[in-house]
């Protein structure tokens, strides 16, 4: 079984910074792709940013420059910092990964999602 718990959402006003966490935890749980996605009400969930297993990153256009992706791969850990934020980047946010546990196949995991909503 592999948990997935995120944390750091909350209500910012624009041009503010705000700092999202996951980790993610599981017996022999070994976690290949992290990252984040996010889905604002209405609208279909989409990527924000991704972390592989040696640390290349991946940034959908809209948030270029003003997010970056992170990773603690001893802890399974992957952060999101969010600089210059804009009210169109309010959106529930949830934490992605890719492993195994032990030898299994590979599989994805989500969290719950943590609100982060941009507002004056």
């Known amino acids: 079984q592999v948990q997935v718990a995120e944390s750091g959402g909350g209500l910012v006003q624009p041009g503010g910074s705000l700092r999202l966490s996951c980790v993610a935890s599981?017996?022999?749980?070994?976690?290949?792709?992290m990252g984040w996605y996010r889905q604002a009400s209405g609208n279909q969930r989409e990527l924000v940013a991704l972390?592989?297993?040696?640390?290349?990153?991946t940034y959908t256009d809209s948030i270029q420059d003003r997010f970056t992706i992170s990773r603690d791969f001893a802890e399974h850990t992957v952060y999101l910092q969010m600089n210059s934020l804009k009210p169109e980047d309010t959106a529930v946010y949830y934490c992605?990964?890719?492993?195994?546990?032990?030898?299994?196949?590979?599989?994805?995991?989500w969290g719950q999602g943590t609100q982060v909503t941009v507002s004056s």
């Open positions: 599981g017996n022999m749980f070994s976690a290949d792709m």
């Open positions: 992605f990964c890719s492993g195994t546990i032990g030898l299994g196949p590979r599989r994805d995991y």
């Open positions: 972390i592989d297993g040696i640390g290349k990153t």
